[in-house]
């Protein structure tokens, strides 16, 4: 079971979008609708932003967007705000959950 | 408000066993709309699964822990609690203990983390 790949880092600009790729496999991401995307501010518990690989929970700014295509799943941050500098980890269930490598988010 | 708050030593002796519990409050872990999870992470690295446990009492555990890990339920206490044997230095992160919603299998709520060091 291993780790998804996501890149290291990834920055833009406030306003700016950006976006966040988590490539599995068949097994996991591919396979299954359940890739869920979690932030995480320093020394904060991770917080869930996109689950079922494209819904927001209550309280989500619908800056934030998820897709999926084959085995890669992707998160989207449109108008980059201060705020979402954080990292990033995505997720994926098909019986057990495994979770992606973490990126992280610099606003320029 | 449901909250979790991960609770156990800081600090445990190499080749020992790891034990973390996690009291449930303002919710019951008797609910069969949700799950109940541990995830580490290693300091400056990233997230791990460990395990789940529904409200049946079923469990599930990462493949590379399972020889080592046990997390049980306590509904008399509304918490749920990890074992980790045979801990190493690599064992040393922040604990996390999270609800998961059973019907999109994602976690909806997490404790704040706790930090526990493996070292003699």
């Known amino acids: 079971q291993s780790a998804l790949t996501q890149p290291r880092s990834v920055s833009g600009s406030p306003g700016q979008s950006v976006t966040i790729s988590c490539t599995g496999t068949?097994?996991?991401?591919?396979?299954?609708?359940?890739v869920s995307w979690y932030q995480q501010h320093p020394g904060k518990a991770p917080k869930v932003m996109i689950y079922d690989v494209s819904k927001r929970p209550s309280g989500v700014p619908d800056r934030f967007s998820g897709s999926k295509s084959g085995n890669t799943a992707s998160l989207t941050i449109s108008g980059l705000q201060a705020e979402d500098e954080a990292d990033y980890y995505c997720?994926?269930?098909?019986?057990?959950?495994?979770f992606g490598t973490g990126t992280k988010v610099t606003v320029l | 408000q449901l909250q979790l708050q991960e609770s156990g030593p800081g600090l445990v002796k190499p080749s020992e066993t790891l034990s973390l519990t996690c009291p449930v409050s303002g919710g019951s872990i008797s609910s069969s709309s949700y799950f109940w999870g541990w995830i580490r992470q290693p300091p400056g690295k990233g997230l791990e699964w460990i395990g789940t446990?529904?409200?049946?009492?079923?469990?599930y555990y990462n493949p590379s822990l399972k020889s080592r890990v046990t997390m049980s339920a306590d509904t008399s206490k509304n918490q749920f609690s990890l074992k980790l044997s045979s801990v190493t230095a690599a064992d040393t992160a922040v604990y996390y203990c999270a609800r998961g919603y059973s019907y999109d299998w994602y976690f909806d709520l997490w404790g704040r983390g706790t930090l526990v060091t493996v070292s003699s």
């Open positions: 446990i529904y409200y049946s009492g079923s469990t």
């Open positions: 068949s097994s996991d991401v591919g396979g299954y609708k359940y």
């Open positions: 997720c994926s269930y098909a019986g057990n959950y495994v």
